[in-house]
């Protein structure tokens, strides 16, 4: 695939808002995210930018869904990369964890085209979950959803998840038309997000309800939106992005931590998120609150708590991990989990990247949650879901 050298604009890193506010200079002295691969299941990975070059690891997609990894059909997938692992060279968008290593899967979404053949090679998610969770990446990005629940797929997440790996998922830019949260945000063990804009507010197009598990930026900074990679898109909006970011929140965590089971780093996720309501009430639009990993890799006495013992435990029907031990994960889906596993469905589904959306109205629930506590820098924020701007409550030493 074809790239126009010095094509690419020069300011898009000076575009991506939040690595000031999160600090992320600051992150990168503790951690870069090295030693961690991130698999990308998306639309693949175009490795030739000048962002990626180096950070993209073909050798270790395995064979049975290696077909054409690197020739991103759409853009989508190149973006997801670039903001998790991208060096920003060449004027590119800087990953929040540019030491992380990037293992690509291409996979079928309703605009590949080439027809039946095309689809034919062409693997489906489920398939490149199953085989990413078979390797000793420790993270999994799928920024895509369908509308409903496939007891394939489900399947497919509880058998990656038993294998310790983070499931990390958007979930959906349907924020103005209901707030429906796609799959596989929807299931358990994945973590689903949410995504915030530039003002510090939910996204308006960010779905919302009980499946939201944290949020993080997914608004206001450029992409690559087609199959040409001449210049990125402006405001390539989506909680694809917010999902691609928090997967690189999580290798810079797993990476100054090397040790620690996806038990662990998910806690230290939530436990530092910013938050204004109780950590045992999340907020059906930003979850448990808005990424901050900077609280863990700056406190060097940071206390994950017990590696085997989910943290989400509760939300996803009982600790996966302990059940795997005491019972090898079936290759079909349990009845245990989520409310909508005995609605799972073997039919078709339209699986769509989470990309691009234009900003839609947000419902708002009486007596819901719907405000954001971050603490960036010298100054706390109250930042209000679908709201019109940031509002500096009190200035308090950052923890």
Known sequence: MG??????????????????????EQMWKVSTG?????AVIDSGVNAGTPSLKGQVLTDDVPASVAY????????HGTTMAELIAGTGAGG?????????????YRVEFEDLKGGAEERKKTPEPTDAIRAAADTDAKIINMSFGTEGPSSKEQAAIEYAASKGKLLVASVGNEGGAGGEISYPAAFPYVLGVASANPSLSVSKFSSFGNYVDISAPGQGFPGWCDAKFRSYCENANGTSSAAAITSAAAALIWSAHPDWTVNQVTRALIDTAGRTWAKDKPSKYAGYGFIRP?????DSHYDAGAGDVDPLAKDN?????????????????????S??????????????TGGTSAAGSTAESPGDSNTLWIALGAAAAVVVVGGGGLAVVRARRAR
């Open 317 to 337: 029907g009982g600790d996966l991990l302990a059940k795997s031990a005491a019972t090898p994960p079936s290759q079909e889906p349990s009845a245990a989990g």
């Open 34 to 38: 090295r030693g961690v691969k991130v």
């Open 294 to 298: 900077r609280l863990v890799l700056q």
């Open 3 to 24: 790239f126009a050298p010095g094509a690419v604009a020069d300011d898009a890193q000076s575009k991506q808002w939040y690595l000031g506010p999160m600090q992320a």
């Open 92 to 104: 590119g968008l800087k990953g929040l964890a540019p030491g992380a290593k990037i293992v690509p």
């Open 339 to 352: 409310a909508s596993a005995s609605a799972t469905s073997q039919a078709p589904q339209k699986t769509t």
């Open 68 to 75: 054409h990894v690197t020739d991103d059909y759409n853009g």
